[in-house]
């Protein structure tokens, strides 16, 4: 399908038809939009480092890190290049293409911090791997610094419906995580966004989620859908575990409504049995996160990853090219 013929204008009425299709009829859409876009056979390894973790000012009702709970994560400051470099050495041994870093920050301090995060971009994108970032909140003079520095792709979550936000969130709004993704845009950096599952939503807000995503004109070229991992001292810590079917329908119809993105199984793969994986992976997913961690909290790492992929059959995207 080329671009032009991409969609923006998906109705809610559509998209909860395609959510909501029997299961079969679902993942054989999306597995058939997905193959004429990507290989069936591959995902990307991404690897996320949290560059500096806790005390957030924000409160993200999922988050371990926000100021506003007691989670027992603990305050660190921005890493050192050394460490940054040693992680993404790692990342790339590992089968990573791509490397994330993160910040918990509400928006980005400028001076010192942001100049060493610029240099961080530059050694990742040194080391021949996308570089990602997630800072928070940008103007448009950092987002065009970003830019220069390299960077692939930003990454700002919208997390969940508009009309659902409020209940998640409450210090920044919807139309602010717009405006940043538009300014990502302006810059020439690709955007990565996308949302969680899980948080006591319905199938309802699910669709509107993805609406507005693929509402972005351009589609966001990479399109996270986590899984929430419910950690003590959060707010959403009592709810109960979402079915792992409702994860393959939202990466299905995410395929279908964004057939040219990544679509990333990223958050909560703990919470997913290796055949829930699978499925996932026959929906349209292409990427998963590596490592024993994402950010702070735990991920399946990587012998467990590569047993996965190897019974079924499948690899790491361009990770032998760039390792050789
Ligand atoms: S998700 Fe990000 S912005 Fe929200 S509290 Fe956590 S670190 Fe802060």
């Given at each position: 399908?080329?671009?032009?013929?991409?969609?923006?204008?998906?109705?809610?009425?559509?998209?909860?038809?395609?959510?909501?299709?029997?299961?079969?009829?679902?993942?054989f859409r999306a597995q058939t939009?997905?193959?004429?876009?990507?290989?069936?056979?591959?995902?990307?390894?991404?690897?996320?480092?949290?560059?500096?973790t806790g005390g957030c000012p924000e409160d993200c009702a999922y988050c371990p890190q926000s100021a506003h709970y007691q989670t027992?994560?603990?305050r660190?400051?921005?890493?050192?290049?050394?460490v940054l470099t040693e992680a993404a050495t790692a990342a790339r041994a590992q089968g990573a293409t791509r490397f994330c870093m993160?910040?918990?920050?509400?928006?980005?301090?400028?001076?010192?911090?942001?100049e060493r995060v610029l240099e961080m971009v530059r050694i990742v994108r040194g080391l021949g791997m996308e570089a990602c970032c997630t800072l928070g909140m940008l103007?448009?003079?950092?987002?065009?610094?970003?830019?220069?520095?390299?960077?692939?792709a930003y990454n700002h979550n919208l997390d969940t419906s508009p009309e659902f936000?409020?209940?998640?969130?409450?210090?920044?709004?919807?139309?602010?995580?717009?405006?940043?993704?538009a300014r990502v845009r302006r810059a020439g950096v690709t955007v990565c966004c996308g949302g969680i599952i899980g948080m006591g939503e319905d199938r309802g807000v699910r669709c509107r989620l993805l609406q507005q995503l693929a509402r972005l004109d351009p589609h966001p070229e990479s399109v996270p859908i986590n899984l929430l991992v419910r950690v003590d001292g959060t707010p959403l810590a009592g709810l109960g575990a979402e079915d792992p079917l409702e994860m393959v329908r939202t990466i299905a119809t995410s395929r279908i409504?964004?057939?040219?993105?990544?679509?990333?199984?990223?958050?909560?793969?703990l919470g997913l049995t290796d055949e829930a994986q699978a499925l996932c992976f026959l929906a349209g997913a292409n990427s998963i996160f590596l490592g024993e961690r994402l950010l702070t909290t735990p991920n399946p790492g990587q012998s467990h990853d590569d047993q996965l992929l190897a019974r079924l059959g499948m690899r790491l995207t361009g990770a032998e090219e760039l390792r050789s």
């Open positions: 399908m080329p671009s032009s013929t991409l969609r923006h204008d998906w109705t809610v009425a559509e998209i909860e038809s395609i959510y909501s299709s029997p299961l079969p009829d679902l993942v939009v997905h193959r004429a876009h990507h290989r069936a056979d591959e995902v990307q390894g991404c690897m996320l480092l949290s560059i500096k027992g994560v603990s660190t400051d921005l890493v050192g290049l050394a993160g910040a918990a920050w509400r928006d980005v301090p400028d001076g010192a911090p942001f103007n448009q003079e950092q987002a065009d610094a970003l830019a220069g520095a390299g960077l692939t936000y409020g209940q998640i969130i409450t210090t920044r709004t919807y139309d602010d995580r717009l405006e940043t993704l409504l964004m057939p040219a993105s990544f679509v990333r199984l990223s958050a909560g793969r």
